[in-house]
């Protein structure tokens, strides 16, 4: 089954840097990259590297960077038709990476803004959509009330934290944040940050991702914790997004939840080990050979 995902594609300027700078603080950086990136382009490749069938529809600008957001995507082979080529300037991303392996970063939307839910073709039943908070919210709560029209299932990681109207929210197959979006989104409902609170609250399946120690999911009449995978980190940039993309591709494939949070979690331990955004995300035979070793 497809996965369809809609979202942001950035051009990423990565510096690393011994410690991350403060307000009105200058580091010196090492030398920087020029790499493809944004949210909905990591999870894209992240898909298609674990052997999902992989479209992805967003905006672009006319520049050179354009050729870097779609980059990975290309060489993933995911389908860019439902791209749209506008005269914005194409998104991008400054990344400050420091010795640690934390990252500080400052987003441009770009293009990125002008992504619209009317691009995505038709869906399939069954389909698995997948979204993140690059792009107007309205677009994405349009997409999520399709997809649950069209008998597909829509996953968004709540990324960056924004509102999201609650309609379009408890439309959604799967819900997908990490500790400081839980929070967020805790206090606007007014519910416990716990998996378990958030779907109290919204009433569909919710995942928190929690780092090094894992991820933790609660459904109807269902709980889940999974532990991560200890690694030495180099670069957690795309992390999460390994997470999100691999947990789609295992959902498309039939994979019960469950196991789909075992594979994101060997995926996103992969990507602590490697720097970058897209050109982190494993492959299928990678990530299979933690499962196997773990």
Known sequence: MRVTVFGSANADLVFPVETLPGPGHTVLAGPWRALPGGKGANQAVAAARDGAAVRFAGAVGRDTMAET????????????????VTDAPTGAA???????????????LGANALARAAQVPPLAPGEV??????????ENAALIRRARAEGARAILNLA????VEPDALRALHLLVVNEHEAAWLAAHFGCATSAAGLHAALGVTVAVTL???????AGEGARWRIPAFPVRAV????????????????????????????RAAAAASIACTRPGAAEAMPTAAETEALLRAG
């Open 94 to 108: 400054c990344i400050c990476v420091d010795a640690a392996g934390r990252n500080g970063i400052a987003v441009s």
């Open 211 to 217: 780092g090094e120690a894992g991820a933790e999911a």
């Open 69 to 84: 957001a779609l980059s990975a995507l290309r060489a993933a082979g995911a389908d860019l038709s439902a791209v749209a």
């Open 235 to 262: 670069d957690t940039t795309g992390a999460g997004d390994a997470w999100c993309g691999v947990l789609a591709a295992a959902l498309s494939r039939g994979a019960p939840l469950e196991a789909a949070m075992r």
């Open 160 to 163: 960056p934290a924004v509102p």
């Open 129 to 138: 959509v997948l979204l993140q908070m690059e792009v107007p919210a309205a």
